[in-house]
């Protein structure tokens, strides 16, 4: 069981490059939502899923994109990366919960834009 | 604009001494909130959580006190230890069909020996 897996943990691009995090879990949970992490800013919810097939929107959604065809998988996408990006990425996933529940993080992608 | 408002942004205790980290939130949609400790380099972990319909929750030294009234809860740690040095978020979480979870900006916390 390993939970919560991204990849890569590290990776540097070049401002206008386009690259994919990968997340997958393999945990059955039906909500993932990705965050980036700041100083001083906390964690800030990108885009969100609640299940196969359905994404939306978080506090900072701008730049980039997601999708969700299975439920393990949740890939984050930055279309033309900007040094504004530089962060930490986290995803995240929980259980089906009526009345919210907890989520398991991953250890973190850590990006640098150049 | 924050929804989730946390406060110190640090905090300095001796070891044994009690830490308390606040959380005020104003959507009263939220209806889960779960406080996460992190380690450097490490992602979030859950570390206890309460729901609105408990004004308490312990879990061995860590409580939580919820206020639903003045919307505030705040984590309290009892006989702080230096193996508790970390980042503590407080979030609240809309819960239902989104379960969309909100943190706050952040406590560092470092126990001195």
């Known amino acids: 069981n390993a939970g919560v897996t991204q990849t890569p943990k590290f990776q540097v691009l070049k401002t206008g490059q386009s690259m994919t995090l990968q997340c997958a879990q393999d945990m059955n949970h039906e909500y993932m939502s990705w965050y980036r992490q700041d100083p001083g800013m906390g964690l800030r919810l990108i885009h969100y899923s609640v299940g196969a097939g359905i994404t939306d929107q978080g506090e900072v959604p701008n730049g980039y994109n997601v999708s969700r065809s299975t439920t393990e998988d949740f890939p984050l996408r930055l279309l033309s990366a900007a040094p504004s990006q530089t962060s930490v990425y986290f995803c995240?996933?929980?259980?089906?919960?009526?009345?919210?529940?907890?989520?398991?993080f991953g250890s973190g992608t850590r990006l640098t834009v150049v | 604009q924050q929804q989730v408002k946390q406060s110190p942004q640090s905090l300095i205790v001796q070891k044994g001494g009690i830490s308390i980290i606040n959380c005020a939130y104003e959507n009263t949609a939220f209806d889960y909130f779960p406080w996460y400790q992190q380690f450097p380099g490490k992602g979030p972990a859950l570390l206890i959580a309460i729901r609105p319909d408990v004004s308490e929750k312990k879990e061995g030294r860590f409580t939580i006190s919820f206020n639903k009234s003045a919307k505030q809860f705040s984590l309290h740690i009892m006989d702080s230890q230096p193996g508790d040095s970390a980042t503590y978020f407080c979030?609240?979480?809309?819960?239902?069909?989104?379960?969309?979870?909100?943190f706050g900006t952040g406590t560092l916390l470092a126990v001195q020996p």
């Open positions: 979030a609240a979480s809309y819960g239902g069909a989104t379960n969309k979870l909100i």
């Open positions: 995240a996933s929980s259980y089906n919960s009526a009345v919210g529940g907890g989520y398991t």
